[in-house]
């Protein structure tokens, strides 16, 4: 790709663990983020199912600035999102992410989206989060970050965060961690009444990323012992 860059390539690489990288070209996010809206100028009056025929093909090549464009063209067309569109994201989820940088841009800029518009598809994310596959799970919370932090769904968020509790996945505990914390902007009381009840065996990394935005003093207060 003629905007690959090595220094942006090897900089991106400090942020995943060995192993789970997203391959990548090197393109600076902001570029990539500007060929995506290029590409959506282009074919934005295409039928739907034309964009995410092409959304299909950047996210079958599981390169990181591939996937991250096809986010940006199908956020870009959420105006005509339908309810049946989860089954096409429960694909890209299981048959192209591997690693969480996908993962929450999928996430954040689709999936939650589709979400706010189709209460419908909330019970979807239980299933996935029985799922084997690591980041099919760490997705079912992730899923809820953006609809979490502008009040919806409260119990939903919290049977996600029951059926995750204990996995051992720090991926995963991550993904719920983080659906908690976003989640506590809008329902802090309840967020907090949810990890001090919990918090004798939640994971610390879960419970850390839940309580981060929290004022000091419920900090210190989940923070101890139980």
């Not at 599981?62 to 049946?84: D, G, L």
């Not at 001090?196 to 101890?224: F, G, N, Q, S, V």
Request: charge should be positive; charged fraction near 30%.
């Amino acid at each position: 790709m003629d905007n690959a860059d090595r220094t942006t390539s090897d900089t991106m690489a400090r942020f995943f663990k060995e192993g789970e990288g997203a391959k990548r070209y090197g393109v600076p996010i902001e570029i990539a983020r500007k060929i995506g809206k290029e590409v959506f100028r282009e074919i934005k009056k295409e039928p739907k199912q034309e964009i995410f025929s092409l959304c299909n093909e950047l996210w079958k090549s599981k390169i990181f600035e591939e996937a991250y464009i096809a986010c940006i063209i199908s956020k870009s067309i959420r105006k005509q999102y339908e309810a049946k569109d989860m089954e096409i994201y429960e694909n890209w989820v299981n048959l192209y992410v591997n690693n969480w940088s996908d993962c929450d841009t999928l996430c954040c800029t689709t999936i939650g989206y589709n979400l706010i518009q189709f209460p419908e598809n909330v019970k979807v994310l239980k299933t996935w989060a029985k799922s084997k596959n690591r980041w099919t799970k760490r997705a079912a919370a992730v899923s809820l970050v953006v609809p979490g932090k502008k009040g919806y769904y409260l119990a939903d968020v919290f049977q996600i965060a029951d059926i995750l509790m204990m996995d051992p996945d720090d991926m995963v505990q991550k993904g719920y961690g983080w659906m908690l914390k976003e989640t506590s902007k809008a329902y802090e009381k309840e967020v907090f009444d949810y990890v001090m009840k919990h918090k004798a065996r939640m994971p610390w990394t879960a419970l850390r990323y839940a309580i981060e935005k929290m004022p000091d003093d419920l900090k210190a207060e989940a923070m101890k012992k139980p």
